[in-house]
């Protein structure tokens, strides 16, 4: 199916065929989902609140509170044996303004109140290093790319070692943004899921997973702490045995990332269980704790007028779920 056919999809069926990739409507049920995970296979998460372009100051006082009961019920969790295990938070700043848009939705970014976005994702992030709860600050697409990057640097400078954020590989910038880290620094790679035009990113999808070879060692040599994002089983095993072997990285020092929904579990198993790693270390040259850390990325909405943005772009991103849907309805 071409991708162009599902911008024209009703939302009533973006609901059926996106369901699987949406942990729940409130965050009893993503943190449930996130404890099961974690006890039945070893699975880390982390937990993100769909919903962007919001509306009002009222809307993002509730993302400011959903987050917070977030952190709270996260922190009164037992069962993990420490705060890397437990489930972190991720946040997209769009949750957080209200966005100034052209005629053709491109985000007037002159307009934006950028200061009254950052002082919400402060609000989020203090309360969660209060309370020893890992933060990713997402990023969206070109428009945002500053913003969140001046912001995460800023709450670096101001002691939240708590915080991470996200570099895409599809975008041109991205070559010069990757400058910016260094060994105090948490990077979750992607390819990136905003269709971008072909003046500001790369359209080969290849060349963008490529890249993430790239930077994963530009990553790791600068010390960062590296959380790659793929489903590809191809370059999972190309990051192992490409990078992390032969620089005989830690297992500590990364790990793997999928989103939730996407049929991969028996690789997710090889990685928790270290099968993967010990198979693809054909030399036996590498000496580390082969097990290697996984997390699940939880999205949730309490309903699904703010899910429906994200579940479109995943499936225009990925066709093949709307195959998978009709399988699965038959």
């Known amino acids: ?14 609901k059926i065929f996106a369901k699987p990739y949406v942990a729940g409507d409130n965050e009893d049920k993503v943190i449930k989902l996130a404890r099961q995970i974690y006890l039945n296979n070893n699975f880390l998460s982390t937990l993100d609140v769909l919903g962007e ?5 009222n809307d993002i006082n509730k993302f400011v509170n959903i987050y917070f009961d977030i952190v709270r019920k996260i922190k009164k969790e037992t069962i993990y044996s420490d705060t890397y295990k437990q489930p972190s938070i991720s946040l997209k700043p769009s949750c957080f303004i209200i966005s100034q848009k052209d005629n ?4 007037l970014v002159d307009k934006m109140d950028w200061e009254y976005c950052f002082d919400n994702i402060l609000k989020v992030c203090n309360y969660a290093k209060q309370n020893n709860v890992r933060v990713t600050v997402e990023m969206e697409d070109r428009h945002w790319v500053d913003f969140t990057l001046a912001t995460y640097q800023k709450l670096l400078a101001q002691g939240y070692d708590n915080v991470g954020t996200v570099l895409q590989t599809r975008l041109y910038r991205s070559q010069d943004d990757i400058k910016i880290f260094d060994n105090k620094s948490r990077v979750r790679l992607v390819i990136g899921i905003y269709n971008e035009p072909a003046e500001f990113a790369l359209t080969d999808k290849n060349k963008m997973k490529d890249l993430m ?21 191809k370059y999972i095993k190309k990051f192992i ?6 620089m005989n990285i830690p297992t500590e020092k990364f790990e793997i990332q999928m989103l939730l929904g996407v049929p991969r579990f028996k690789l997710q198993q090889e990685l928790v269980n270290g099968n993967l790693l010990e198979t693809l270390d054909r030399d036996k040259v590498y000496k580390h704790n082969k097990k290697i850390n996984f997390r699940l990325y939880l999205p949730f909405s309490q309903n699904w007028n703010d899910a429906l943005a994200y579940c479109r772009r995943r499936l225009i991103e990925n066709p093949n779920i709307v195959l998978y849907g009709l399988k699965n309805i038959i």
């Not at 045995?241 to 032969?246: A, K, L, N, W």
């Open 213 to 233: 070879i790239d930077f994963s060692k530009i990553l790791l040599e600068k010390g960062s702490f590296l959380e790659f994002a793929s489903h590809d089983e």
């Open 241 to 246: 045995s490409e990078v992390i072997i032969p």
């Open 1 to 14: 199916m071409h991708p162009l056919f599902i911008r024209y999809f009703p939302n009533q069926l973006i």
């Open 104 to 107: 053709k939705g491109n985000l």
């Open 53 to 57: 372009d919001v509306k009002s100051y």
